[in-house]
């Protein structure tokens, strides 16, 4: 009996180690499968991140490599951001309260007219075929200006700002950005210009907070100044929320504002906003206008374009007029504008206004 019972207690401790086992082998295989799913992702977000800054470096077809995208000499190398540009999980947490830090006072206009030339555009032409979309513009915006462009659907102020920023090259022209040729230095260039485009195109498998992140890495930026930068972007745009979701769900409005941020994250010289208000809420509007005026204020540079006649001759000091192509007034807004509203000046210039008549049937309702 006792050797049965022996037996039998030796039978169950075989058994149970033999579970034991199993478990821990199946334990292991979860556990690298898991594993190679994570590496699988990472890789993935890093082949992103290579197509995202080849698109920010981009010069006319031309990839400039990877290196070429740091901000400064003591900024890390591609190989030092390669072995730091972890995607942060989570979103940054909101940074330390610090005390509000009262505006600076916006710059007179005869202290503008004295400032540096920081954008000169001259003779920029562009055509798309037999389409003349650009016919010889040439701007000048000084520093410290919040600069508005205006004029009617199809004049050609895209197509002016995509040249501006290095994004579109002109058939002739030249472009100099706080002294640099855009086209001859685009990486210098670049450096010190943030860009809103039309028609942006995001990474928008990542989440707000890894686009931030990359956006702010591949400027050259370390992951701290990041992390923080970010939280404070997030905060004013009021995308708190919004960052652990992908950019894919976010709404018109939401992209516009994330979008506004990464081009905000790397602290340009110049920024370069195209309809930048458009599908943002009247709050937020109010939020991005207060952060932009301040900026101005500090002494960087603004140049918008928006259909909001309002908008412009309220937050602008100085205001382009572009119809067909051409430049047809330019200045500060009163010389611009004259004895009149900035809407009726442009609906002057711009023409195309026309007496509706008819159409009665409208006004008889079909029910």
Request: glycine share 8%; charged share 20%.
């Amino acid at each position: 009996m006792a050797a049965a019972e022996a037996k039998a207690a030796a039978e169950a401790k075989t058994a149970s180690e033999a579970r034991t086992a199993a478990e821990a082998t199946v334990a292991a295989e979860a556990t690298a499968a898991a594993e190679a799913r994570a590496a699988a992702s990472r890789s993935a977000s890093a082949r992103a991140a290579t197509a995202t800054a080849a698109a920010l470096v981009s010069d006319g077809g031309r990839t400039v490599p990877e290196s070429a995208v740091t901000a400064d000499p003591a900024a890390p190398t591609t190989a030092a951001r390669k072995s730091t540009a972890s995607v942060p999980a989570r979103a940054p947490q909101a940074s330390a309260a610090r005390k509000p830090v009262a505006a600076p006072a916006p710059p007179s206009a005869s202290a503008l007219e004295s400032a540096p030339i920081v954008i000169a555009a001259s003779g920029l032409v562009k055509s798309f075929g037999q389409n003349v979309a650009v016919a010889d513009i040439s701007l000048e915006v000084r520093a410290g200006s919040f600069y508005g462009i205006v004029g009617p659907n199809g004049a050609g102020k895209t197509t002016t700002l995509s040249m501006v920023t290095g994004l579109l090259r002109p058939d002739s022209g030249s472009i100099r950005v706080n002294g640099i040729d855009v086209w001859k230095n685009p990486v210098e260039a670049k450096r010190i210009i943030g860009v809103l485009p039309d028609r942006l195109r995001l990474f928008d498998r990542l989440t707000g907070a890894q686009l931030l992140y990359y956006s702010g890495v591949l400027r050259g930026l370390d992951a701290e100044t990041v992390r923080v930068r970010s939280a404070d972007l997030a905060a004013a745009f009021g995308l708190e929320d919004a960052l652990n979701r992908l950019v894919a769900d976010y709404s018109a409005g939401m992209t516009k504002k994330i979008a506004l941020a990464c081009a905000m994250i790397h602290s340009p010289r110049v920024l370069v906003l195209d309809e930048p208000f458009e599908s943002v809420d009247p709050v937020s509007a109010v939020n991005v206008t207060e952060i932009l005026q301040k900026y101005v204020a500090s002494g960087g540079t603004v140049v918008i374009s928006s259909h909001g006649m309002d908008l412009i001759q309220r937050v602008c000091d100085h205001v382009a007029i572009i119809v067909h192509g051409k430049v047809l007034a330019a200045g500060t807004i009163a010389q611009v504008r004259g004895e009149k509203t900035l809407e009726e000046r442009f609906v002057e210039l711009a023409g195309g206004r026309k007496v509706v008549e008819g159409m009665e049937w409208l006004h008889s309702f079909s029910d």
